[in-house]
């Protein structure tokens, strides 16, 4: 079965960096995007972009343009996200998802940014 | 971007009747290749969101058939047909026709 396991959860200061994986197990890696996508406490889901995992090509949502890297490891069928800048606004939890439209999620990384 | 708007925001019900759900994008959601890419999401609290519906009406794998998709172009519709205590939780609508795919605010439903 289609599994996602994310990285455990971190707390970081402002202005630091974190990166955040997402291993993938049960299906071909290459087959779909990776997509990401956060949570903020008691809000609702904001999308952050995808990468192809065919091919390495990204699409970022225009908000985090310039603070956020997309990669993917196909040797270990494990996608990155990497949020750069960090402010206190970036708390949230964080999840990836793969299929043809999200069909599959990961459990989810809860980073906090506090000083 | 492609703003959803869902309603109601909480929808109290009692066990065993039905639920239903709207959502309403500011455009219509067919995509250049004739597909409407329209989902719900369930997410039961302290869980990460679990697909229930893709383009509009299709069911995902192991989604119980009390829960259905329905519309067109810039409205759609999920229903329960019978709410049952595991469907509580908050549900959103999200379009990925465009990018950036776009969420709708989330409606809770809870038992009365």
């Known amino acids: 079965q289609i599994q996602l396991v994310q990285s455990g959860a971190e707390v970081k200061k402002p202005g630091a960096s974190v990166k955040v994986s997402c291993k993938a197990s049960g299906y071909t890696f290459t087959s779909y995007d990776i997509s990401w996508v956060r949570q903020a406490p008691g809000q609702g889901l904001e999308w952050m972009g995808w990468?192809?995992?065919?091919?390495?090509?990204?699409n970022f949502a225009q908000n985090l343009q310039g603070r956020v890297t997309m990669t993917t490891d196909t040797s270990t069928s494990t996608a990155y996200m990497e949020l750069t800048s960090l402010r206190s606004d970036d708390t949230a939890v964080y999840y990836c998802a793969t299929g043809a439209t999200a069909d599959y999620w990961g459990q989810g990384t809860l980073i906090t940014v506090s000083s | 971007d492609i703003a959803m708007t869902q309603t109601p925001l909480s929808s109290p019900v009692t066990l065993g009747q039905p639920a239903s759900i709207s959502c309403r994008s500011s455009?219509?959601?067919?995509?250049?290749?004739?597909?409407?890419?329209l989902s719900w999401l369930q997410q039961r609290p302290g869980q990460p969101p679990r697909l229930l519906i893709y383009k509009i009406s299709n069911r995902f794998s192991g989604v119980p058939d009390r829960f259905s998709g329905s519309g067109a172009g810039t409205d759609f519709t999920l229903k329960i047909s019978r709410v049952e205590a595991e469907d509580v939780g908050v549900y959103y609508c999200?379009?990925?026709?465009?990018?950036?795919?776009?969420f709708g605010q989330g409606t809770k439903v809870e038992i009365k």
């Open positions: 999200m379009q990925a026709t465009q990018s950036p795919w776009t």
């Open positions: 990468i192809s995992a065919y091919n390495g090509d990204t």
């Open positions: 455009q219509s959601l067919v995509h250049s290749d004739g597909n409407t890419y």
